[in-house]
């Protein structure tokens, strides 16, 4: 397996192609907008026809290539269906002169504990709502690796202040569900660079007041 992450539009947004063996692939989060960004996203498919998107929510930078892909190549797009009404939500900024992405594409719904198999590899549909209602983050044990989009970054959480967000899901998303799984897991974010859990259960400054410190020593002065 190998990862290429392409960071794209106004609000740089990482789009991530996953290859995986024998000329597959499948795409995470495609926020490709301009020609130019389109043009190397699909030149990194090197003449493969992707199996599938992987969306982690519905925020528009991670959604602009999502239409073409499927227009492409007729594949599935699978988001939670709880992130719908966030994409209902783009036609009220269009009218502020933002690009908004093109809704030409049918979204296959995914639930909690869902496992979507593509480029030889199961990932598992985790719903971590807060930052958005349909949050979700793509596990593939096999590989030790997670999509987390806007949920978890490193060094930082996804902002909650955005139409539907709700911090307290957030931080229950993080600490009950992902800080559960393995912590060597490598975490791949909607935004900036990569960490793992364990790194950012032990040093995330955002999670810190919801972990238990350990007891500093008393001091024995006798000694
Ligand atoms: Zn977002």
Same mark, same amino acid.
């Given at each position: 397996?190998?990862?290429?992450?392409? %960071?794209?539009?106004? &609000?740089?947004?990482?789009?991530?192609?996953?290859?995986?063996?024998?000329?597959?692939?499948?795409?995470?989060?495609?926020?490709?907008?301009?020609?130019?960004?389109?043009?190397? %996203?699909?030149?990194? &498919?090197?003449?493969?026809?992707?199996?599938?998107?992987? &969306?982690?929510?519905?925020?528009?930078?991670?959604? /602009?290539?999502?239409?073409?892909?499927?227009?492409? +190549?007729?594949?599935?797009? +699978?988001?939670?269906?709880?992130?719908?009404?966030?994409?209902? +939500? /783009?036609?009220?900024?269009?009218?502020?002169?933002?690009?908004?992405?093109?809704?030409?594409?049918?979204?296959?719904? $995914?639930?909690?504990?869902?496992?979507?198999?593509?480029?030889?590899?199961?990932?598992? %549909?985790?719903? #971590?709502?807060?930052?958005?209602?349909?949050?979700?983050?793509? /596990?593939?044990?096999?590989?030790? $690796?997670?999509?987390?989009?806007?949920?978890?970054?490193?060094?930082?959480?996804?902002?909650?202040?955005?139409? +539907?967000?709700?911090?307290?899901?957030?931080?229950?998303?993080?600490?009950?569900?992902?800080?559960?799984?393995?912590?060597?897991? %490598?975490?791949?974010?909607?935004?900036?660079?990569?960490?793992?859990?364990?790194?950012?259960?032990? #040093?995330?400054?955002?999670?810190?007041?919801?972990?238990?410190?350990?007891? $500093?020593?008393?001091?024995?002065?006798?000694?």
């Amino acid at each position: 397996m190998e990862i290429k992450k392409f %960071v794209v539009n106004m &609000l740089q947004e990482n789009t991530y192609v996953v290859y995986g063996e024998g000329y597959s692939c499948v795409v995470v989060d495609p926020g490709f907008l301009s020609d130019e960004e389109a043009r190397i %996203v699909l030149a990194s &498919l090197e003449g493969r026809k992707p199996e599938a998107v992987l &969306l982690t929510h519905g925020h528009m930078d991670h959604v /602009y290539g999502a239409a073409r892909l499927q227009r492409n +190549y007729g594949i599935p797009v +699978y988001m939670s269906e709880e992130d719908v009404k966030t994409m209902d +939500y /783009y036609d009220r900024v269009a009218k502020f002169g933002i690009k908004v992405p093109d809704r030409n594409f049918t979204v296959t719904p $995914i639930l909690d504990g869902d496992t979507v198999s593509a480029a030889g590899i199961s990932f598992k %549909v985790i719903t #971590t709502p807060g930052h958005s209602p349909g949050s979700v983050c793509w /596990y593939a044990p096999s590989e030790g $690796i997670i999509f987390t989009g806007d949920t978890l970054f490193a060094g930082a959480i996804g902002r909650t202040d955005l139409i +539907y967000g709700e911090y307290d899901d957030e931080i229950r998303s993080i600490m009950d569900k992902l800080m559960a799984l393995d912590p060597a897991t %490598v975490i791949y974010p909607g935004h900036g660079g990569t960490s793992t859990l364990g790194v950012e259960g032990a #040093t995330n400054p955002f999670l810190e007041p919801f972990n238990e410190r350990e007891e $500093i020593p008393e001091l024995n002065e006798n000694v």
